[in-house]
Every structure is written in structure tokens, then in C-alpha cells.
């Protein structure tokens, strides 16, 4: 995978995460064309940038948590 295509993809990953719909990591890796583990590793890089992720089990979606 190109450098150009990594950012798309964690860019999809962050619009996703903003709209509430990613579903499951297994669907969300489904929708962006990669594999779980890396939707995990790429989770852990919005993180890294200061993102707080969280999983809601209820609505099946990442979403990013305000802070309290």
C-alpha cells in the first residue's frame, strides 16, 4: 500500500468514526478494504494523534468521546 492510499484509508477511518457508522472492527475492516488487525493499529494512530476513541456496544460504532 502507497503512502497516498494509507492516508485515504485512516482519513475514511476518521469520517466513519465522525459519522457514528463503522459498525463492528470486523465490518469497519470490511468497508475500508483492510484487514481487523490493522483497522486496530490504525485506532491506535488516531489515538496516538489525541483522539479519544471509544466502542459503543448498544449503536455497533466507534465514536470519537468528548472530553468531560
Known sequence: MSY???LMKLESLESQI???NTG???ELASK???SRRTV???LELLKDKGY?????RYK???YF???E
Do not use: M, Q, V
Open 4 to 6: 497516498s492510499e494509507f
Open 18 to 20: 465522525k459519522i457514528e
Open 24 to 26: 463492528t472492527a470486523e
Open 32 to 34: 475500508l478494504g483492510l
Open 40 to 42: 486496530f493499529n490504525y
Open 52 to 56: 479519544n476513541i471509544e466502542f459503543c
Open 60 to 62: 455497533r460504532t466507534y
Open 65 to 67: 468521546k468528548e472530553d
